[in-house]
């Protein structure tokens, strides 16, 4: 009776046996990375905006303290977006002509909002307060980076729960002295890890099992 | 079988009908597989698995569309149709595992006739017993939160859960036993890809087949690989059943929260498994005249089995009367007298005459030697021991500790259609297997011929 | 009541300034932040789909939800690769942000809830505009910080979606212009003949200004009449002050300084104006502690078990109609009247009057005999004389004029209007509120009485019975939605100021009627105000009415106390001597959830477990089981009522407790223009109510017919098994003699009986105290009135499941409340024992335990979390809590897709969505906000600054939430009394919440 497989068979079977394992790995593999690839975070990602409002500008070039604008990011868990109002308190007397602030002006003419798109956006079950971070040393830069450099608004962080657990795990590695809150590119005054135990007392820091505890942030 | 465990040779002698040669066994087993004409029981067996097979496909897309809801669960019967289902076709599959593992290492060769659609049943119980714990979730789409992989949320399953065990305890439970059917199989698999002459089927059995040519090296080293995982495969079936019923055992629900579960469940599982295989034997070799190959012997031995345990399990019962009154604990009291004079009431005696009374007739030869009654009291046992899982998960729980909080579990048809889905998904299965591969084990059944005895003296 | 009173201030006047600008505009900005999808379709939909799929689920084959489900399910499959990635979200800031308004934190306004006329003065939350809760205002005399069911549920009715969302002329849309053009005509005609033509039906009256405007209308159009209706209103009270004193007058009680108290059929505890304070009184005197140990006693004689009697400590089955042969009885034991013969069979009567009277006796002028709201006006008559003889009055028993408008016999005043309209003089009806064609006693026959008026107009929310006999249905402005005032049970006036601009254009009675007199274009803050500028005497009126506004109170507005002369001479005449001949007697009682049928459309309240029967969504023919028994009849089947020639086919309700050869029937439901949730729920019993008996007679006939009835009840098992120790009980005299004994030896395992450390609750890693989060349940206290029920359901999304799903078992309430009865179902007098069970957050939880994937674990500080973004929806926990506390999403049950009940949401809370288990927190989102704030000002809580929402809404402050780390707080101080045991401590769960036992106080010589 003839052969009905050629001898290289052998050999495609065991590639494809061995091969087989690898395979499985690499899916894993590639699942993870995928998870947490800047499509799925929307890490990096400039997002069309009414206006192409630049905190660079504001923040960088003028200076502006962050709580001119997002004026409840002390007390409240929402840290605001200003009312059409607040954009008025200057671009009445200045730019009042540029047609890029057209869509302002409109606004505050016919009461009409601006509809702006959110670029860091939690899960509707994640519960987040800006108030008690910013109350406990964790300045805007650390979860919003550099946004005195950056001309259109975007993602600095993954914003995943592994990355929310880091910080909550070990708060003293990112914590900072309150009044460099709202500094940008702020360096601490020697390490740390050191300032960051000292502060965890000052400010009374919650203890890491209270910190993880599911009730924290999820309701 | 005591006997033959001093002396194979003279079991040997009786396992299968005399006049057997190489050639018979093959040819009578291979052409099952080979033959152009498929008997209209198989078309019968067949359609009756697809119809079936649809319902359940319907009931699980309603499930998926609209949610647990449409079965009949409630508070506090968060548990019903769906588990009780799993754990009776673990328990089903347990039989196969049995059969070709301990009873290969306890060099029982009668096995070897029904070895191999004992493995082929194991595989698709496990098949139909595996979609349960994910059909029965409330969000099934995240079932894999139930394994532990990298995630970006920075948790981990709960070691702690006996739900986390069960997933380990299934999966390597499919792994090995397919492992184990697939290794048995490449001979035979050989056998068809050299005795076929459709092309396509020749192509086919071949690549399945990975080479197999019969050298001694490949003997040899089957005889290893199929040594290794028995021995891989036994402690499987005591420890697969045994996490199952730690499902129940760890909580705290009286009549469930209780340490003899485990032997309890593995004797009901090996119960339960060898009434499947009576099932499915009988009406097999009668129909395929098979009866020269799986002899009134393997019947009688599984018969055997079955009372054995049968007689465990009864043991078992009343061992969980006895301690429900025995720890004057008020919960467990009523726990047990309800599960026989409250609402469930039915349900159990019913259970207690298929699995305790029932069976005893077994300890009668002329019984044991006829295959009809044999057949049905296997049926019997199947139902009983559905019943005996469903009345420990729901009749437990609708009773539990609050009064205030008691309700009762009412099965929507859509429970039922999933059930009986699931047998058709396993009939569909089967029947598959018995057309496209052979259903015994074609060189096994050889080693039992005498001739083979004369070789292998010969050989020696 | 916002935490600044001027911001507060300025709101309210933003709010009027934007009223005058037109509501809608208003509400958009101040929900801008909110930005709730779909509110255009909110504002102009036709009919939104069902809340909640009642689907059977034995066939789950209906159309769209079905659909919809499917794509969901795929969607969630489909989305199983790139999980983590969230979908585009937009914010939409103010043009110009209310100065007071911080984005993220709610804000609280006084307002009052009306209820037959009478106020509750509570506090409403509000979400950048959105009311989403209702709770007790502390400062106001009826709700002392309690809330009560209505009240709290009403917020949900503010965004029913059924609600009537435009004026209509004979079915057809109109608009409030061409309705005023035409009224404005009418009124041209009227004006002419002095508006004898003219007639107002309203609902009872006791807003200061409604009754001036309605004075107003009274100068302008002389030969107007107003007629007044209210179905569960206090009839017998009013015609019973007549005939005791003469003249109308208003009584209330302060139970706080009674040690006996007789309630003849009265269940002040539950229902009733004033239950709420009534509750807190009566309880603070059963408050037992080692320390405290008086405790004043209760008789309560009543035909159907109340929650009222479930207190008891002498509970007397007795026939509605017989109570007046008791009082006699009474009466007379305590010289308070001359006493007729004694006519009636059971004897019981004069041996309970005897050891009742002697008891009275012995606390002259600390006692109270208080008489309900649905017993004859001889029986509240012979009440004013005890509690005179008693000297009771100035003590515990006050009266005032009366607090309504216009106090008249309001049967009569609407047989007055039933014969005008025979006469065809009215020409103008404008039914204000109110329904009716529904509530009417059924001989006035008013659905065919009311088209005899030329011209109908009906203002009310919905479009119900009563509309559709009318030409003119407008749009009522739901309470949140517009200004008004009220009277509270002593007489203090509240105003009612809105949360939000009306949702459907909607306008309260006040508009109308203004629209009557000679300024109709006057909006509602603009009357209101003007009224009391007129009231106020002083140049500081704008302080004056900001204060009043911010409290919800106006100080000093109480009725002064009187003494009124009581004349012996009603009180000769004594009842004949009563006997049912065979049949029945009949009681007509409000039903104790949805009230007259007002409340039918209301989820919350048609799901909400009624007291002792534990059933929803159903009225019932509740009898005693012996009558059942004669009968042939069993809970579930059919029988057929006929009284006076009227019939009714109803089911069965066997209930323990209640009296024999009598009946009680609830009236509201069976409604067949109420809305999604109101029709076809229960049936109705006012065609049998006549304006004869209004409250109970004899002469009722029950047969049994064939057909049976399944109820939905969200308790199967009653009976009380005295082996598992669920509820520890005692007498005062026992715990006396042995605090301990009230355990009769349930035992808790000993904390060390583990193999495995402890956790440390008490300092964290570092040290520092730690909160530990714990509850104490006097059962001492609670009265199982639910209005905890209603606080959890509003204040934690919870959602409405639909009959036939509670019929499955699957009622969503995180918190319940058991309700046991010792001795057999049979007993003839039983007693109930209440007993809520919210999640116990037990440290050895046994749900954490089993759950795969850690969706519920323990908290650091001893909370029980349950994530449900974590949950797969195994149910094991659900299997292994002996509590049976947790709910499973079994369906979608949350509503995703009506965008009026998305305002309702509680922003705090996450939806569930289907597939999920969820449970009592302990109100975590409270427990989170408040340490926040506390952290912020660096500072350690106070005890009593998180009130979970169960606690804030009891009235008899049985619920007590705290730190048990601070052996000062009132939780520990609480735990730390010998009558507080943990449920099912001996599986050795380890409870956080703990319970106090109930300790009864009967009199000693009532069995002799």
Known sequence: MSQIFHRSTNTYSRIVIFGAVFFLAFLTWVFTVLDRSSYATRQHQVREQPVPFSHAHHVGALGIDCRYCHTTVETSSFANIPPTKTCMNCHSQIWITSPTLEPVRASYRDGKSLDWTRVHDLPDYVYFNHSIHVAKGVGCETCHGRVDKMPLMYQQNALQMEWCLNCHRNTEKYIRPKEFITTMGYEPAGDQEEIGRRLQKEYNIQGVRLLTSCSTCHR | ?460 | MSNNPENHLDLATVRDRLRSTGGRKYWRSLDELAATPGFADLLHREFPRQAIGWSDDENPGEGRRNFLKLMGASLALAGLTACTRQPTEHIVPYVRQPEELIPGRPLFFASAATLGGVANGVLVESHEGRPTKIEGNPEHPATLGACDIFSQASVLQLYDPDRAQAPTLNGEISGWGSFFGSLRAMLTAQKAKNGAGLRILTETITSPTVAEQLKGIQKLYPAAKWHQWEPAGPHSARAASMQAFGQPQNTYYDFSKADVVVALDSDFLASGVASLRYARQFSARRRVSEGKTNMNRLYVAEPMPTATGSKADHRMPLRAGDVEELTWALATTVQAAAGGPKTNDNGDIYRWAEKIGADLLRSKGASVVIAGEYQSPMVHALAHAINAKLGNVGTTVFYTDPIEANPTDQLASLQDLAKDLDSGVVDVLLILSGNPVFTAPADLGMAARIQKAKTRVHLSLFRDETSQVCQWHLPEAHFLESWGDARAFDGTVSIQQPLIAPLYQGRSACEILQSLSESPEMNPYVIVKNYWSSQHAGADFDAWWRRAVHDGVIAGTALPQKTPALHGEGLTAHAQKRTLGGKLEVNFRPDPTIYDGRFANNGWLQELPKPITKMTWDNAVYMNPGDAHRLGVETGSMVELSYEGRRLKAPVRIQPGHVDGSVTLHFGYGRTHGGRSANGAGFDVYPLRTSKALWQDVGLEASKVSGSYEFADTQMEGVLDPARHIIHKGTIAEYLKDPEAVHDGAEAPAKSLTLYPGFNYQTDEEGRPKYAWGMAIDLNSCTGCTACIVACQAENNIAVVGKDQVRRGRNMQWLRVDTYYAGTAEDPNPEFYNQPIPCMQCENAPCELVCPVQATSHSAEGLNDMVYNRCVGTRYCSNNCPYKVRRFNFYLFSDYETPSLKLLHNPDVTVRSRGVMEKCTYCVQRINAAKMDAEKQDRRLQDGEIQTACQASCPTEAIIFGDINDPNSRVSKMKSQKRNYGLLEDINTRPRTTYLATLRNPNPEWES
Not at chain 2, 176 to 188: A, K, N, R
Not at chain 2, 240 to 250: A, G, L, M, R
Not at chain 2, 398 to 414: E, H, V
């Open chain 2, 1 to 460: 079988m005591a006997e033959e465990l001093q002396d194979p040779h003279v079991a040997s002698k009786k396992i299968i009908a005399p006049g057997y040669t190489f050639g018979t066994v093959t040819d009578q087993i291979a052409t099952v597989v080979l033959t152009k004409r498929t008997p209209v029981f198989w078309f019968g067996g067949f359609a009756a698995g697809l119809v079936l097979l649809f319902l359940f496909l319907l009931a699980v897309g309603l499930l998926f569309a609209k949610g647990v809801g449409i079965w009949g669960l409630r508070t506090p019967v968060m548990w019903g149709f769906a588990i009780t289902n799993f754990v009776w076709w673990i328990g089903i599959g347990h039989a196969g595992t049995l059969i070709s593992a301990i009873l290969l290492l306890l060099n029982q060769r009668w096995r070897n006739s029904i070895n191999r659609f004992a493995e082929a049943m194991t595989l698709f119980a496990v098949a139909c017993a595996g979609m349960f714990p994910l059909l029965h979730l409330g969000r099934p789409w995240l079932f894999y939160w139930l394994f532990p992989y990298p995630n970006t949320m920075g948790v981990q399953p709960n070691f702690r859960s006996p739900l986390v065990w069960d997933v380990f305890a299934v999966s390597t439970y499919a792994t090995v036993s397919l492992l184990f059917w697939f290794v048995g199989l490449m001979p035979d698999l050989a056998t068809l890809r050299d005795r076929t002459h459709n092309r396509f089927a020749r192509f086919t059995y071949g690549i399945l087949a990975m080479g197999w040519r019969g050298s001694a090296k490949h003997w040899s080293i089957y005889e290893t690989a199929s040594l290794l995982l028995a021995g891989i495969a036994t402690p499987l079936v005591l420890s697969v059943h045994t996490v199952v019923s730690f499902d129940f055992t760890i909580a705290i629900v009286p009549g469930w929260h209780s340490t003899f579960f485990p032997p309890y469940f593995v004797a009901g599982a090996i119960y339960s498994g060898f009434a499947m295989v009576l099932a499915l034997a009988i009406p097999l070799r009668s129909v395929y005249g098979l009866e020269g190959l799986i002899t009134d012997r393997h019947l009688e031995n599984s018969a055997k089995v079955m009372l054995a345990t049968g007689l465990i399990v009864g043991y078992s019962y009343m061992m969980e009367f006895f301690n429900g009154w025995y720890t004057s604990n008020v919960y467990e009291h009523a726990a047990i007298w309800n599960r026989m004079f409250g609402p469930y009431k039915t349900a159990y005696w019913f259970l207690i005459t298929c699995n305790i009374v029932a069976p005893q007739l077994l300890w009668f030869k002329q019984i044991r030697q006829k295959p009809a009654l044999l057949f049905m009291s296997s049926i019997v046992v199947l139902i009983g021991m559905w019943l005996e899982r469903y009345v420990i998960i729901v009749s437990s729980l609708a009773q539990d500790y609050l009064p205030s909080s008691w309700g009762i579990f009412r099965a929507t048809k859509w429970d039922w259609f999933t059930y009986v889905g699931t047998i058709g998904l396993f009939l569909f299965l089967f029947f598959l297997f018995i057309r496209l591969l052979p259903m015994i084990s074609i060189f096994e059944v050889r080693t039992l011929l005498p001739q083979a005895k004369v070789e292998e003296e010969g050989g020696n």
